[in-house]
């Protein structure tokens, strides 16, 4: 998919694309039905229900676990994007696979495709029974602001195995938080 030096082809470029169209119209869609939801069913709204198997009133979205990385050079140097530290508010998802009901799954992205690509494109997952990495939870709970935004924190990841990103060679490592490069 990827030329040497970093370039895509454009049929890759359109696949793209036409991936990100889609994920766009899903999500419109998703916004008209909430829209619809939060009228009274008198004045010619409706309800939305769920499927969760959570204690979830009125069918709101269930919040994942959030973590917010610093992305860092291979030397330990905080990376910037226009003057800014470089940052992701990762997810973590439990249970993300049947067969280990307990597992975690981190999701975050990777910062090498996401310059070149849409940010729907470049998520990693990297699962607990794939790559090892632990959650310290001493933490958990503490407020955390991203982009104006607060979220609780989940905690802090600490010694993660290397990962890859599956689109590029992109490797890293966390620890306390910090994504780390291998290169």
């Not at 600490?158 to 890293?172: H, I, K, L, N, V």
Request: some cysteine; overall charge neutral; proline content about 7%.
């Amino acid at each position: 998919m990827f030329v040497k030096g970093g370039t895509s082809t454009s049929r890759h470029d359109a696949y793209v694309h036409e991936q990100e169209a889609d994920a766009e119209r899903r999500r419109n869609e998703e916004d008209k039905i909430k829209k619809i939801a939060s009228l009274p069913i008198e004045q010619g709204g409706g309800k939305l229900y769920s499927n969760y198997l959570t204690p979830n009133p009125e069918g709101l979205p269930v919040e994942t676990l959030k973590i917010l990385l610093h992305y860092m050079t291979a030397g330990g140097e905080q990376v910037y994007n226009k003057g800014k530290p470089l940052l992701c508010l990762a997810d973590i998802i439990v249970g993300l696979d049947p067969l280990h009901p307990a597992e975690l799954t981190l999701v975050l992205v990777c910062p090498k495709c996401e310059e070149r690509m849409p940010q729907g494109q470049c998520q990693i997952q990297v699962r607990q029974t794939n790559r090892s990495w632990h959650l310290d939870q001493t933490k958990s709970g503490e407020l955390i602001v991203f982009e104006g935004r607060p979220y609780r924190s989940a905690g802090t990841i600490m010694e993660s195995d290397r990962f890859t990103c599956p689109r590029c060679t992109w490797q890293a490592h966390i620890d306390k938080n910090r994504v780390r490069p291998e290169q």
